[in-house]
Structure formats: structure tokens, C-alpha cells
């Protein structure tokens, strides 16, 4: 019998450590997985450490979960290296989302025929600090009329960032006073104006890893703790196709696997408004009920890219996707389904299915008990004790206890009726 090959992933990380430490301690459970074609794997992790790297050293890794790079440039430039050098696959890709940050994530979602808001890019309030700006400005930089834009966009509207940045910037444009006010202080970020969605029925934030996408009701105007509600059906059943495909759209499209979208959805129609996010939010006191799934998505994906031995891709391919986006016998809907069999095929989802039945069929249940054990009791109680001030300890373990725990009666019962 072959020996049974040792996978390692590497995380790299900030300042979480709630869902690492779940991920480890689910990985460490997983025990030895046994392959369609009989060959046993385990899987190991390790937290990934910033230091002087040589361009030729050969990474140990196979693949990491990347949630540092998008603004510590040093190891994003190591991630890179490896993918490059060392077929190192990565969750996410640096090349991707260096180079499709917001700006192009929206112009390219809407080549391909998504309903975005209207949005404009406008200049930096403050110049660049560059001494070749006054003489480019002068010469080539036009006056434009601030109000004129906002006018034809409509009240209220949305200044942020064109790179995004975690909500730093945003800010919702009521009135000519507030506009003016955020592009002063916008100083040399370079910002865009955008269309709001007004009277929106419901505002679905989705988590996607790999093919696997979880829809969930948010409600941005409240504190972290409460912006996840748990919602079932909030959405009709062609609303939730539309999200649904829209979200692996775009995660396909840019190769991000480990991605969350946001969309307004008002009488039938889905406006995708926010969509490429290096870091999506996975905190425990953020999903609450859906932090078990989210863990168990990213460790069967995990799984399923290691011992398949997925290849990665660094590189953008749009021309079946614009192939689709100008068929003129596909209408709106149809598009959306042609989009849907390129993600489909881009995450090699039957593939993945027949995986996860085969090599990962006790990953639920084993999921389910730890949650319902006391570690993740401990896990929860450490991560409230460090997120809260200590007056609000018991309030917040109560709350999360208790969503943590129709999280378990719910899975239990789905787990039994699939007999």
C-alpha cells in the first residue's frame, strides 16, 4: 500500500485568529482521507511567518489561505513567487486582485451585462504627490461641475474608494453639503460616485468558496454582531438563482475563491454593488450561525484542491465570458445561465460534488459534534472576551451562544432527515 501523503497549507494571516484556530483544530479531525483511487491523504496547516525570502528557495506548502497580502505588499510579493515558481495554489490570487480591484471588477461585470449602479470615477481631490502633477494638471486635467454629476446620478448616492479598503471611505451622499464635505476629505484617494438603489427590498451579502455559495440577509446600518440576520427564502426562488450565479460570475471570472458579494435586490432585479473583497468577513461574531458552514466550505474546498491536485490559474481569461456577454440570442437570463456553466466549469463543481461524497462524508457530522463540544465553547468565550469590553462579556456570549446553538438543533435536524 502507498504511503499516505501529507498535504500542508499555510495560512497567512493578521490579527484573526477565531477562525484560524477553527480551521486548525477541524483540520486536525479530518484524520487520514481516502481518494476515489485509494490513495489516503491527510492534511496539516501552519501559520506562515514574514521574513526574508530567496527568489529559488521551494516553498513546503501546497496552498495557502491568504488573508495579509491585500495591503502587506512583502508577502504578497512571496505568494506571487510561489505560485509562480512552485505551483503553490492560492486562496486568493494576488495577480488578480492587484490588478481587478473594484474599479475593473465593476467595468468588467458590466461588460458582461450586470445591473451595477451607474458610477463614476472622479479625480483626486488633492494632487498626487508627484512633481510632474502641476504641469499634467495644467495642461490636460479638465474643470468638471461635482454637483452636475451627482445631480444626474440622483440623491442619495455613494462615495468610496475605488479600490476599496474594508468601508474605509464610504460614505452616503444625501444632499450637496454632504458631497462636498467627503470629496474634501477624500484628500488623494481616488474615489467613485454611485448610483444608490433606492426603497431596496433586501440587501444579500454572499459567501463564496469555491462552488459552494452561502446567501445571507444583511442589514449594513447595524452593529457588526446584528448585520447577519438568519433568514431562510428571504429571496424568491429566481432571486436566489440570480445571486447565486452572479456570485460564482464573478468569483469564476476573476479566479477568487474565498469572496464575498453584496447586492441590493428591488422588484426582481439583483444590483450587484460590492464584489471583490481580498479579505471577506468569516469572524465568528460577524456569521455567527453561518460560521460553522463557512468553515466546513473552505476546509472540504481545501481538501478537494490538495489531494485533486488542482492546478491554479493566475491569469484572467475573458473571452468566453465576452463571448457570452455579446451573443445576441441570449437574452438577460440566458446569459446569466451561460455564466453560470463557466463557473461550473471553472471550479470543476460535478467533479467536487463527487469528491466530497466520496473522500469527505463525514465532514459534516464531525463539524456538527465540535461545534456542539466545549473547544468551540472555549473558542467562542476567548474570541468575545477579546472583541468586547468586559461589561458586555455575558450579554455577547449569551447572544452568540444561543444563535451557535440553533445553529446546531438546525443541522441536527437536516442531518437526520438525510437519514
Given at each position: ?6 498535504h500542508l ?41 514574514i521574513e ?210 453584496e447586492m ?156
Amino acid at each position: 500500500m502507498p504511503p499516505t501523503t501529507d498535504h500542508l497549507v499555510g495560512l497567512l494571516l493578521g490579527a484573526e485568529e477565531d477562525w484560524p484556530t477553527a480551521f486548525e483544530a477541524l483540520a486536525r479531525r479530518l484524520g487520514v482521507l481516502r481518494a476515489a483511487d485509494g490513495s489516503e491523504h491527510t492534511l496539516t496547516t501552519e501559520r506562515l511567518t514574514i521574513e526574508p525570502f530567496n527568489l529559488r528557495d521551494r516553498a513546503r506548502h501546497e496552498l495557502v489561505i491568504d488573508r495579509l497580502a491585500h495591503w502587506y505588499y512583502h508577502p504578497r510579493e512571496w505568494l506571487k513567487k510561489v505560485a509562480l515558481m512552485d505551483d503553490v495554489y492560492l486562496l486568493n490570487s494576488p495577480f488578480s486582485f492587484q490588478s481587478m480591484e473594484k474599479h475593473s471588477a465593476y467595468c468588467a461585470m458590466m461588460r458582461l451585462g450586470l445591473k451595477v449602479p451607474d458610477t463614476v470615477l472622479v479625480p483626486y481631490k488633492n494632487p498626487v504627490d508627484n512633481a510632474r502633477w502641476a504641469y499634467t494638471s495644467a495642461k490636460y486635467n479638465q474643470s468638471f461641475d461635482l454637483d452636475e454629476i451627482a445631480d444626474r446620478l440622483g440623491y442619495p448616492l455613494f462615495m468610496k474608494p475605488f479600490d476599496g479598503g474594508g468601508w474605509r471611505g464610504v460614505s452616503m451622499i444625501r444632499d450637496r453639503e454632504a458631497l462636498h464635505h467627503a470629496y474634501d476629505e477624500s484628500g488623494e484617494m481616488l474615489m467613485h460616485l454611485q448610483a444608490s438603489v433606492p426603497d431596496y427590498e433586501h440587501f444579500a451579502r454572499s459567501l463564496t468558496i469555491g462552488p459552494e455559495t452561502m446567501v445571507m440577509k444583511f442589514l449594513p446600518d447595524q452593529p457588526m454582531h446584528d448585520r447577519y440576520t438568519v433568514a431562510h427564502g428571504f429571496l424568491s426562488e429566481q432571486e436566489g438563482r440570480e445571486v447565486l450565479a452572479i456570485s460564482q460570475t464573478v468569483n469564476a471570472f476573476f479566479r477568487w475563491e474565498f469572496n464575498s458579494c453584496e447586492m441590493l435586490v428591488k422588484s426582481g432585479e439583483v444590483h450587484p454593488i460590492d464584489y471583490a473583497n481580498a479579505c471577506p468577513d468569516v469572524a465568528v461574531t460577524s456569521l455567527h450561525y453561518y460560521f460553522p458552514w463557512a468553515m466546513a466550505a473552505l476546509l472540504r474546498w481545501t481538501a478537494f484542491c490538495v489531494v485533486t491536485g488542482r492546478r491554479a490559474r493566475t491569469t484572467v481569461d475573458t473571452d468566453p465570458w465576452f463571448a457570452v456577454a455579446d451573443d445576441p440570442a441570449l437574452d438577460y437570463r440566458g446569459r446569466l445561465d451561460a455564466y453560470q456553466g463557466l463557473a461550473d466549469d471553472y471550479f470543476d463543481t460535478d467533479r467536487y460534488r463527487e469528491f466530497c461524497a466520496a473522500t469527505l462524508p463525514h465532514l459534516d457530522e464531525m463539524v456538527l459534534e465540535w461545534v456542539d463540544g466545549p473547544d468551540f465553547r472555549s473558542l467562542l468565550t476567548s474570541t468575545v472576551h477579546q472583541t468586547y469590553p468586559t461589561h458586555e462579556w455575558e450579554r455577547f456570549e449569551a447572544h452568540f451562544g444561543c444563535l451557535l446553538g440553533m445553529w446546531v438543533s438546525d443541522e441536527q435536524g437536516r442531518l437526520a432527515a438525510q437519514g
